[in-house]
């Protein structure tokens, strides 16, 4: 098993872009999913599929992956952005589900 | 509407059992892979388990910490999911929620409110 590292916490203005980042050694072979959780909510999917949105989710956000680092970008951020998000892997090795560790986004 | 509804947190004393009920409606549970998913407070995200629709097999995935406390059952008449905790711990504390990876791949695209287990002595 690994580890998904992700930073802390990334601070944008309103209209901004927000670009999240999620590392691990083996999440190039993964499918990389993302998802917000607001304070007192459940967690939202919002990318999966590395790149793909589920319906229901603007255009505003995007991933990405380039090698073991993926990236969730938030684009033309919104007050309504500010929360909490989290990456997610099935890791191959033992088809364990891990989780990053999640980053704080503060518009 | 798409929906799960978690019931059975409380307060436990450590070394007791609680068993979570996770109700299902508006989608197709038979066919939905499910897992537990935890969050400590002020903590981030960490998967408990999962079971697989009893047409891939039903096979049980549980953490490997939690290995040999949790289990996980599922009754497709009932649109239901349970998960079995067993000699609880304090750092079991935190809010269970269940999800389904329904619809898309393997993210989890339906998640429920969230049960409170609380364990203190």
């Known amino acids: 098993s690994y580890v998904l590292t992700q930073p802390p916490s990334v601070s944008v203005a309103p209209g901004q872009t927000a670009r999240i980042t999620c590392g691990g050694n083996?999440?190039?072979?993964?499918?990389v999913h993302w998802y917000q959780q607001k304070p007192g909510q459940a967690p939202v999917l919002v990318v999966y599929?590395?790149?793909d949105r589920p319906s229901g989710i603007p255009e505003r956000f995007s991933g990405s992956k380039s090698g073991n680092t993926a990236t969730l970008t938030i684009s033309r951020v919104e007050a309504g952005d500010e929360a909490d998000y989290y990456c997610?892997?099935?890791?191959?090795?033992?088809?364990?589900?891990?989780f990053g560790t999640g980053t704080k986004v503060t518009v | 509407e798409v929906h799960l509804v978690e019931s059975g947190g409380g307060l436990v004393k450590p070394g007791g059992s609680l068993r979570l009920s996770c109700a299902a409606s508006?989608?197709?549970?038979?066919?939905?892979?499910m897992s537990w998913v935890r969050q400590a407070p002020g903590k981030g995200l960490e998967w408990v388990g999962r079971?697989?629709?009893?047409?891939?097999?039903?096979?049980?995935d549980v953490a490997a910490p939690l290995k040999g406390r949790f289990t996980i059952s599922r009754d497709d008449s009932e649109n239901t999911l349970y998960l079995q905790m067993n000699t609880l711990k304090t750092e079991d504390t935190a809010v269970y929620y269940c999800?389904?990876?329904?619809?898309?791949?393997?993210?989890?695209?339906?998640w429920g409110q969230g049960t409170m287990v609380i364990v203190s002595s």
């Open positions: 999800a389904a990876d329904a619809n898309y791949g393997f993210s989890f695209d339906i």
């Open positions: 508006g989608f197709t549970f038979s066919n939905a892979w």
């Open positions: 079971i697989r629709s009893n047409t891939d097999g039903g096979t049980i």
């Open positions: 083996n999440i190039g072979s993964e499918s």
């Open positions: 599929d590395d790149s």
């Open positions: 997610q892997v099935w890791d191959s090795s033992n088809d364990h589900c891990l």
